[in-house]
């Protein structure tokens, strides 16, 4: 699966869930949002990169909820969109946006500065730090890197709001060494009235590949 394959599907999502689903009837039934396309574009996600990384050691968890337990203190739970585990050691956790929407100054949120506590405390935790419970509720236990990012992969730079937000997010998270953004298309959203393919940003999206095999 290619660049422009991932944003295709993408843009078909988008389409298919302005659709009712539900059987044709007679009867007046219209739809006034979308359905979610969160879950598909997550499943996709992982394929797509699972694919591009090409590495049968690794393991993809897609929307886990997992614990961090932390010594002396509470422990704390977080759900990746995306975890990739080598070797029982969680070495990535990927956050999937379709935009920021109205998270278009996320950076200056209280939300992303407990982020940043949590990520600081994760690459400081030592042997089994991190456990979830597969569906067959067996529990597993995990390492967790040093090197651990939270890596912030937005799908559209549209619907952010004015482009200086982008522009000021970008900057922001460079100076910092616990997180990463990427904004993979432009021009149009992949949700837009005309069904117009968006523009591929390239170069995110080599950055992005780069950057999740320097961690693993």
Not at 97 to 105: A, Q, S
Not at 136 to 162: F, H, M, P, R
Request: net charge positive; glycine share 4%; with cysteine.
């Amino acid at each position: 699966m290619n660049n422009q394959e991932f944003i295709s599907h993408i843009c078909n999502y988008y389409k298919e869930s302005r659709e009712l689903k539900i059987p044709d009837n007679p009867y007046k039934i219209w739809r006034g949002v979308n359905h979610s396309i969160s879950s598909k574009s997550e499943d996709l996600f992982a394929l797509f990169i699972a694919k591009r990384l090409n590495d049968s050691t690794l393991e993809f968890i897609v929307d886990k909820t997992m614990t961090c337990k932390i010594s002396g203190g509470k422990s704390i739970q977080f759900r990746p969109d995306l975890a990739i585990v080598e070797n029982g050691v969680l070495t990535h956790s990927i956050d999937l946006k379709m935009d920021m929407g109205y998270k278009r100054r996320y950076f200056e949120t209280e939300a992303f500065e407990n982020l940043q506590k949590r990520f600081n405390i994760f690459r400081k935790q030592s042997f089994e730090s991190v456990s979830y419970k597969k569906n067959d509720n067996t529990k597993i236990y995990l390492d967790v890197s040093s090197k651990i990012k939270n890596q912030i992969v937005v799908i559209s730079e549209k619907n952010g709001g004015k482009s200086s937000n982008r522009r000021d997010m970008i900057l922001d998270i460079s100076k910092r060494d616990w997180v990463d953004i990427y904004y993979l298309t432009g021009v149009v959203h992949p949700n837009n009235a005309s069904n117009k393919s968006p523009r591929l940003n390239v170069e995110e999206f080599d950055r992005l590949i780069k950057d999740i095999r320097v961690l693993v």
